[in-house]
């Protein structure tokens, strides 16, 4: 099992950038496909993006498309999501997942999450 910690959050105005990481344990963290989800106060956990196990490929929710970026180094065992023009609906923890199922992203992004979670890292995007 691959152990996660997400990190890079912050307090932003809007307009600004942020860049998320998310550093995985565990000698099979290539074999697997990452995700970030996000959730805010009061509302349930929503998929922001994903990618496959050798990068080349990515899934991105609709909210984020064009501004997010998600990408991964498997030399590092680390995934980022490069996150620009960040807007104040932005705001919530993000998750990092590993999923070893290794599906296409696009399944995994409208699927059920499923493998090992990180602890979070709050973004908050002021106006």
């Known amino acids: 099992q691959v152990q996660l910690v997400e990190s890079g959050g912050g307090l932003v105005q809007a307009g600004r950038s942020l860049r998320l990481s998310c550093a995985a344990s565990?000698?099979?963290?290539?074999?697997?496909?990452m995700g970030w989800f996000r959730q805010a106060p009061g509302k349930e956990r929503e998929f922001v993006a994903a990618i496959s196990w050798s990068g080349g490929s990515t899934y991105y929710a609709d909210s984020v498309k064009g501004r997010f970026t998600i990408s991964r180094d498997n030399a590092k065992n680390t995934v980022y999501l490069q996150m620009n023009s960040l807007k104040p609906e932005d705001t919530a923890g993000y998750y990092c997942?590993?999923?070893?199922?290794?599906?296409?992203?696009?399944?995994?992004?409208?699927?059920?999450?499923?493998?090992?979670w990180g602890q979070g890292t709050q973004v908050t995007v002021s106006s």
């Open positions: 565990g000698r099979t963290f290539g074999s697997y496909a």
């Open positions: 997942n590993a999923d070893p199922r290794a599906l296409p992203p696009r399944e995994y992004g409208l699927g059920i999450p499923f493998g090992s």
